[in-house]
């Protein structure tokens, strides 16, 4: 079974700043789009970040010149750099993939378990 395993959350003062990682167990070389979302308490999930396979990068207006997304196909990893961190940047964001090959089997629509960001102001 492919797996999406997210690191790097944690609480940061206001300000601050944390990377983001998710990790794929396959590969993500054929990946069109990855991404990442997040869910407040109360609020529906929404998107933060994609990047496309050719490198097309899509912001929610809201983080847009603060967070910056990136992609190791070599890795397997996708990325998410977060700074000038504010209070309403508290949710679990977790990474989506929309394809992942392992073992020679395609998966599609793969998530994360998510990781809790904390923004204590």
């Known amino acids: 079974q492919v797996q999406l395993v997210e690191s790097g959350g944690g609480l940061v003062r206001a300000g601050g700043s944390l990377r983001l990682s998710c990790a794929a167990s396959?590969?993500?070389?054929?990946?069109?789009?990855l991404a990442w979302y997040r869910q407040a308490p109360g609020k529906q999930r929404e998107l933060v970040a994609r990047?496309?396979?050719?490198?097309?990068?899509t912001y929610a207006d809201s983080v847009k010149g603060r967070f910056t997304i990136s992609r190791d196909n070599a890795k397997g990893t996708v990325y998410l750099e977060m700074n000038s961190l504010k209070p309403e940047d508290t949710a679990v964001y977790y990474c989506?993939?929309?394809?992942?090959?392992?073992?020679?089997?395609?998966?599609?629509?793969?998530w994360g378990q998510g990781t809790q960001v904390t923004v204590d102001s």
């Open positions: 989506y993939v929309d394809q992942i090959l392992m073992g020679g089997r395609w998966y599609f629509h793969c």
């Open positions: 396959g590969s993500i070389g054929s990946s069109n789009v």
């Open positions: 990047i496309t396979r050719s490198g097309t990068l």
